[in-house]
Antibody
Framework: EVQLLESGGGLVQPGGSLRLSCAAS????????MSWVRQAPGKGLEWVSAVSRSGGETYYADSVKGRFTISRDSPKNTIYLEMNSLSADDTAVYFC????????????????WGQGTLVTVSS | SYELTQPPSVSVSPGQTASITCSGDILGHRYACWYQQKPGHSPVLVIYQDTKRPSGIPERFSGSNSGNTATLTISGTQAMDEADYYCQAWDYSTAHVFGTGTKVTVL
């Protein structure tokens, strides 16, 4: 059974930093790209960042580029999201998601999601 | 960057058919997929590659994509289908794009 367990959320002051973790199990972790997707309170889904199978390629939404860093640790079956210079606009539930599909198919989609971890940026 | 536009809300009577559209230029040359999200829960994939259903998703969920519009159809809608629905596409230049979301109400 695929499981994705996020942790690290909490209350942080504007301008502060936070690191989220997502521990994966139930599949061959190194075979799949992984992403972070967030959802602000009462709002829609927003893709945040993705990391390739090897961890050598990373991708970011324009809204977080230069502030967030995604990484993965294959021996630990875990991905991370390092978030810096946080603002109120970053307040959201952050979901970890396993990607499926591929460039040759023409789509990557999310077949499994974690339960999410809440990040609140407030003074 | 690409955008995907959905109607904010769709209402349907139990047993009837609900259709949710997703419009955007990217859909003219890329697949669409769809997620269902119930309050307080994580999204669940219900359709991928325009028309395919993951295992465990009821047959009443179907998808199509023509021109620049993808459509999720729920046939014989049940009360348990009341949820928010999001379309999503991917492109090498823009990575993942989500639609604006549609709240389906079963009256």
């Amino acid at each position: 059974e695929v499981q994705l367990l996020e942790s690290g959320g909490g209350l942080v002051q504007p301008g502060g930093s936070l690191r989220l973790s997502c521990a994966a199990s139930g599949f061959t972790f190194s075979n799949y790209p992984m992403s972070w997707v967030r959802q602000a309170p009462g709002k829609g889904l927003e893709w945040v960042s993705a990391v390739s199978r090897s961890g050598g390629e990373t991708y970011y939404a324009d809204s977080v580029k230069g502030r967030f860093t995604i990484s993965r640790d294959s021996p630990k079956n875990t991905i991370y999201l390092e978030m810096n210079s946080l603002s109120a606009d970053d307040t959201a539930v952050y979901f970890c998601a396993k990607e499926e599909g591929g460039q040759s198919i023409g789509i990557y989609y999310f077949d499994y999601w974690g339960q999410g971890t809440l990040v609140t940026v407030s003074s | 960057s690409y955008e995907l536009t959905q109607p904010p809300s769709v209402s349907v009577s139990p047993g009837q058919t609900a259709s949710i559209t997703c419009s955007g230029d990217i859909l003219g040359h890329r697949y669409a997929c769809w997620y269902q999200q119930k309050p307080g829960h994580s999204p669940v994939l219900v359709i991928y590659q325009d028309t395919k259903r993951p295992s465990g998703i009821p047959e009443r969920f179907s998808g199509s994509n023509s021109g620049n519009t993808a459509t999720l159809t729920i046939s014989g809608t049940q009360a348990m289908d009341e949820a928010d629905y999001y379309c999503q596409a991917w492109d090498y230049s823009t990575a993942h794009v989500f639609g604006t979301g549609t709240k389906v109400t079963v009256l």
